[in-house]
Nanobody, 121 residues
Framework: QVQLMESGGGLVQPGGSLRLSCAASGRFFSINNMAWYRQAPGKERELVAD???????NYANSVKGRFTISRDNAKNTVYLQMNSLEPEDTAVYSC???????????????WGKGTLVTVSS
């Protein structure tokens, strides 16, 4: 059974930085796309950034130049480095992984439970 463990959320002042991590564990063949989503209070969930197996990345316009997504395939982990944080970045951040099953070899989507990021003075 696949499990995702997120860490790194918390309270930070405007202009500060945080680094989120999401590690996958269990039995699986490989991980394809890895992504971070966020949902702010009263708003719909939105894609923040994603990274393909080859390292190609995609960012929401609102975080370009401030956030960096990366992955460590040996550790089955995706990271989100968040710099110059703004109050508008306050949200629950969840990781989203496309994981290939070790038996069926079919891809299945897994979500982390979410970690709260609060940007406030």
């Amino acid at each position: 059974q696949v499990q995702l463990m997120e860490s790194g959320g918390g309270l930070v002042q405007p202009g500060g930085s945080l680094r989120l991590s999401c590690a996958a564990s269990g039995r699986f063949f490989s991980i394809n796309n890895m992504a971070w989503y966020r949902q702010a209070p009263g708003k719909e969930r939105e894609l923040v950034a994603d990274i393909g197996n080859g390292g190609n990345t995609n960012y929401a316009n609102s975080v370009k130049g401030r956030f960096t997504i990366s992955r460590d395939n040996a550790k089955n982990t995706v990271y989100l480095q968040m710099n110059s944080l703004e109050p508008e970045d306050t949200a629950v951040y969840s990781c989203h992984l496309d994981i290939r099953d070790s038996v069926t070899e079919l891809y299945r989507t897994y979500w982390g439970k979410g970690t709260l990021v609060t940007v406030s003075s």
